[in-house]
């Protein structure tokens, strides 16, 4: 078992390669997202995520459908959300495909709840905006409670009540898919995930650290607070960007076309001081590696490592080339490096197989009347 996971996330844009002027079709992009998970098992990794959009120019409106369909074509690979809206989906629409897509996957299933970061997508499926947190919190109540309890009645504000409700199928082995709460600047996700001793996400791609380190500590601390274990022993993922190259000056030669276009921060700030300030590295493997391990002491020891290589526009064969550089060169070394020193009580990053031995030793040490009742 890996004491952290390593792995790559996509939010599945369809853009123009800057360098050819080239657009590929919504086919080929969504061939290249399993191609590219398919790879991602093959050098080794843990995790493929893939984001949820409802708008061009993305193209990964069905989560579980692509997951299903990877989950058939993969052994190992823990098959995850970057994010799911938890705000615009029905709870138990949410409850009912990811325990479906966990049988499918013999347990290989986890996800990330999120807002989303496009605010038309709330009119579009009947909500308001103005309600995001709100919309959060309740929605994922009545979906924790949706997979663990088998009879569920319950009203709120935002759906119309249940009576009597039994969520099919029910989750693999009695034990839910792991939960982590994305967000990049709310502090009532983090508090929300601390509540539940559920997984804290930092998707730190866009912002200074500083920003994140105050929402992570806040997480740890309340996850303390709520009686889930030690500040260390929350369990924390975060994002991060790459772009490889033996030659670092041959690195940013080749990214600096697809930087400056990229529909989300292109045209903005320059590369240099992008890759001053935020996580992305564009270089050689050591560079990479020793960009990471510094998120340990900015974040302390965390469990989940998410990279982005598949955007702006990257043609399918050069993301297969950083993925067998990543899988080859950095992956093995960061996991060595991250290893050590690593104290023993942080846990390791979870599994379902883990999960479920500790529901069964739970259920063991349990008072044998609460047992019964």
């Not at 890996?2 to 657009?23: E, H, K, L, S, W």
């Not at 995790?47 to 052994?75: C, D, K, Q, W």
């Not at 996991?335 to 739970?362: C, G, I, M, S, Y």
């Given at each position: 078992m890996n004491a952290m996971q390593f792995g790559i996330f996509t939010v599945g844009d369809v853009t123009p390669d800057p360098t050819t002027g080239r657009t590929p079709t919504e086919h080929e992009r969504i061939k290249a997202m399993v191609?590219?998970?398919q790879k991602a098992e093959e050098v080794g990794l843990d995790v493929f995520a893939t984001g949820e959009h409802h708008n061009p120019p993305f193209v990964p409106s069905s989560p579980t459908t692509m997951l299903g369909y990877i989950a058939a074509r993969t052994e190992r690979l823990i098959l995850s959300t970057s994010t799911t809206l938890i705000t615009t989906n029905d709870p138990v629409k949410i409850a009912e495909d990811y325990a479906m897509l966990q049988h499918l996957a013999d347990g290989r299933v986890d996800l990330m709840m999120g807002r989303g970061n496009t605010g038309p997508v709330y009119p579009w499926f009947g909500k308001d905006i103005r309600q995001?947190?709100?919309l959060a919190v309740e929605n994922y109540a009545l979906l924790h409670e949706l997979w663990r309890k088998e009879v569920v009645n319950w009203e709120?504000?935002?759906r119309t009540?249940?009576?009597s409700f039994t969520s099919t199928p029910r989750p693999l082995d009695g034990v839910p898919p792991f939960v982590w709460h994305g967000s990049i600047r709310s502090p009532e996700i983090a508090e929300q995930a601390a509540?539940?001793?559920d997984g804290f996400f930092a998707n730190n791609i866009f912002w200074p650290k500083d920003h994140f380190r105050k929402l992570i500590n806040l997480?740890?601390?309340r996850y303390a607070h709520y009686g889930h274990g030690t500040p260390d022993q929350a369990m924390v993922g975060l994002g991060?960007?790459?772009?490889l190259h033996k030659n670092s000056q041959e690195a940013?030669?080749?990214f600096r076309p697809y930087f400056d276009n990229a529909p989300v921060y292109g045209h903005g700030p320059s590369l240099e001081d992008f890759t001053s300030q935020t996580p992305l590295t564009v270089g050689s493997p050591q560079e990479a590696i020793e960009k990471t391990l510094t998120f340990r002491e900015s974040f302390g020891d965390y469990q989940r490592q998410l990279f982005l290589m598949d955007h702006a526009g990257l043609p399918l064969k050069t993301v297969l080339e950083q993925l067998d550089i990543l899988g080859e060169e950095v992956v093995p070394v960061l996991r060595a490096e991250f290893a050590k020193n690593r104290p023993a009580n942080v846990p390791d990053a979870p599994t379902h197989a883990a999960r479920v031995a500790q529901a069964l030793a739970d259920s063991d040490s349990a008072p044998k009347e609460a047992n019964a009742s």
């Amino acid at each position: 078992m890996n004491a952290m996971q390593f792995g790559i996330f996509t939010v599945g844009d369809v853009t123009p390669d800057p360098t050819t002027g080239r657009t590929p079709t919504e086919h080929e992009r969504i061939k290249a997202m399993v191609a590219i998970a398919q790879k991602a098992e093959e050098v080794g990794l843990d995790v493929f995520a893939t984001g949820e959009h409802h708008n061009p120019p993305f193209v990964p409106s069905s989560p579980t459908t692509m997951l299903g369909y990877i989950a058939a074509r993969t052994e190992r690979l823990i098959l995850s959300t970057s994010t799911t809206l938890i705000t615009t989906n029905d709870p138990v629409k949410i409850a009912e495909d990811y325990a479906m897509l966990q049988h499918l996957a013999d347990g290989r299933v986890d996800l990330m709840m999120g807002r989303g970061n496009t605010g038309p997508v709330y009119p579009w499926f009947g909500k308001d905006i103005r309600q995001g947190i709100p919309l959060a919190v309740e929605n994922y109540a009545l979906l924790h409670e949706l997979w663990r309890k088998e009879v569920v009645n319950w009203e709120g504000k935002f759906r119309t009540p249940l009576q009597s409700f039994t969520s099919t199928p029910r989750p693999l082995d009695g034990v839910p898919p792991f939960v982590w709460h994305g967000s990049i600047r709310s502090p009532e996700i983090a508090e929300q995930a601390a509540y539940y001793g559920d997984g804290f996400f930092a998707n730190n791609i866009f912002w200074p650290k500083d920003h994140f380190r105050k929402l992570i500590n806040l997480y740890r601390e309340r996850y303390a607070h709520y009686g889930h274990g030690t500040p260390d022993q929350a369990m924390v993922g975060l994002g991060g960007q790459l772009f490889l190259h033996k030659n670092s000056q041959e690195a940013v030669r080749r990214f600096r076309p697809y930087f400056d276009n990229a529909p989300v921060y292109g045209h903005g700030p320059s590369l240099e001081d992008f890759t001053s300030q935020t996580p992305l590295t564009v270089g050689s493997p050591q560079e990479a590696i020793e960009k990471t391990l510094t998120f340990r002491e900015s974040f302390g020891d965390y469990q989940r490592q998410l990279f982005l290589m598949d955007h702006a526009g990257l043609p399918l064969k050069t993301v297969l080339e950083q993925l067998d550089i990543l899988g080859e060169e950095v992956v093995p070394v960061l996991r060595a490096e991250f290893a050590k020193n690593r104290p023993a009580n942080v846990p390791d990053a979870p599994t379902h197989a883990a999960r479920v031995a500790q529901a069964l030793a739970d259920s063991d040490s349990a008072p044998k009347e609460a047992n019964a009742s």
